[in-house]
């Protein structure tokens, strides 16, 4: 049984930090690239992040560049957003999601590029 568990939401001001984990169990966790994405209330599921199943390369959203990293270990299956200066308009509940490589690069941005997902952890920035 695959399952993503997130962990580490919570509330924060803005301008300050987070870091979301996302443990996975029940797949081949190094053949797999790894998604955040969010989801405001009333809004659409959005990209956020993405690595690649080693890690060489990254994906970020425009609007959470420079400021949000993605990583991952996989020694420990887990993959991590790290999020700084944190502002309002990030307030969300944040999922992490599974996809078997290989994924087209238009994909890796996408929900349809994806197999599995979490539950979500859920974020809160006060002004």
């Known amino acids: 049984q695959v399952q993503l568990v997130e962990s580490g939401g919570g509330s924060v001001q803005a301008g300050g930090s987070l870091r979301v984990s996302c443990a996975v169990s029940?797949?081949?966790?190094?053949?797999?690239?790894m998604g955040w994405f969010r989801q405001a209330p009333g809004k659409e599921r959005q990209f956020v992040a993405a690595?690649?199943?080693?890690?060489?390369?990254?994906y970020y959203a425009d609007s959470v560049k420079g400021r949000f990293t993605i990583s991952r270990d996989n020694a420990k299956n887990t993959v991590y957003l790290q999020m700084n200066s944190l502002k309002p308009d990030d307030a969300a509940v944040y999922y992490c999601?599974?996809?078997?490589?290989?994924?087209?690069?238009?994909?890796?941005?996408?929900?349809?590029?994806?197999?599995?997902w979490g539950q979500g952890t859920q974020v809160t920035v006060s002004s």
């Open positions: 999601a599974a996809g078997a490589e290989p994924i087209h690069t238009m994909m890796v941005v996408s929900i349809r590029g994806y197999d599995y």
């Open positions: 690595i690649t199943s080693g890690g060489d390369s990254t």
């Open positions: 029940g797949l081949h966790f190094s053949t797999y690239a």
